[in-house]
Nanobody, 121 residues
Framework: QVQLVESGGGLVQPGGSLRLSCAAS????????MGWYRQAPGKQRELVAT???????DYADSVKGRFTISRDNAKNTVYLQMNSLKVEDTAVYYC???????????????WGQGTQVTVSS
């Protein structure tokens, strides 16, 4: 029932900016973390940034100082502001919501459909 809907991807020039958004379309509870991951063709999926419900953030070294993750808990939405984009940032970006499932005392991950970010001259 729960779906994550992403938006904001596109084509930008190096040095440009984009803001990605990801919102849950259904009711979801016990989300303790949200994040963004990316995957370029032929490469492994990698963590870009995460944020806890309480606001603690973590970033990949490659994006520190350029990207900012934020969230609106009331809207069940996570954002990724991407500045000073580089060609190597080109990838499909996926949002992630991590849910704690009390019955198994474990986690369940929900993923967005992916949005293409292309940085090119």
């Amino acid at each position: 029932q729960v779906q994550l809907v992403e938006s904001g991807g596109g084509l930008v020039q190096p040095g440009g900016s984009l803001r990605l958004s990801c919102a849950a379309s259904g009711s979801i509870f016990s989300i303790n973390g949200m994040g963004w991951y990316r995957q370029a063709p032929g490469k492994q999926r990698e963590l870009v940034a995460t944020i806890t419900t309480g606001g603690t953030t973590d970033y990949a070294d490659s994006v520190k100082g350029r990207f900012t993750i934020s969230r609106d808990n009331a809207k069940n939405t996570v954002y990724l502001q991407m500045n000073s984009l580089k060609v190597e940032d080109t990838a499909v970006y996926y949002c992630n919501f991590r849910q704690f499932v009390a019955s198994i005392k474990g986690i369940r991950d929900y993923w967005g459909q992916g949005t293409q970010v292309t940085v090119s001259s």
